[in-house]
DNA sequence: AGTTTGACTGGAG
DNA sequence: CCTCCAGCCAAAC
């Protein structure tokens, strides 16, 4: 028995992604959320590298606050240095091993 | 058509 | 806290 869905199929991949780009237009400002709570919103839980692909690969995600999006343990996009400082001016709290304070700035989707 | 690559995650050491 | 590894899966080679 499956414990995964199947592969997606083209069309699914489409509304993966525009379900994906909706949710991180809502992350509040202020307010972090993970590739994995997104994969799981979208409705592919499995798909967390998929999230991260997406933001890191579609043009229209510049427009998105997408930076606002960091792995489960708070930690930043590798060679993405500035995400920090963009977080940072939303007054997002880093403790000391350089990982986002989640338990501060973590955001549930609604 | 087979292999490698990640803006991931969970677990081990 | 760190690094390393297995599982993950669409995309790029």
Redesign the pocket.
Same mark, same amino acid.
């Given at each position: 028995m499956k414990d995964?869905?199947d592969?997606?199929t083209?069309e699914q991949?489409r509304a993966f992604r525009d379900d994906v780009l909706n949710i991180v237009g809502q992350i509040p400002y202020g307010r972090v959320t993970?590739?994995?709570?997104i994969a799981l919103l979208a409705g592919w839980p499995?798909?967390? =590298?998929?999230?991260?692909?997406t933001?890191?690969?579609t043009p229209s995600?510049e427009h998105l606050p997408?930076?606002r999006?960091v &792995?489960?343990?708070g =930690?930043t996009?590798?060679?993405?240095g500035g995400?920090r400082l963009l977080l940072e001016e939303e007054g997002v709290h880093f403790?000391? &091993?350089?990982?986002v304070d989640m338990s501060r700035h973590f955001w549930e989707p609604l």
């Open positions: 995964y869905p592969k997606m083209p991949v993970t590739y994995g709570t499995s798909h967390s =590298r998929m999230v991260g692909r933001l890191r690969y995600a997408c930076h999006v &792995n489960k343990e =930690r996009a590798p060679g993405w995400q403790k000391p &091993n350089g990982h």
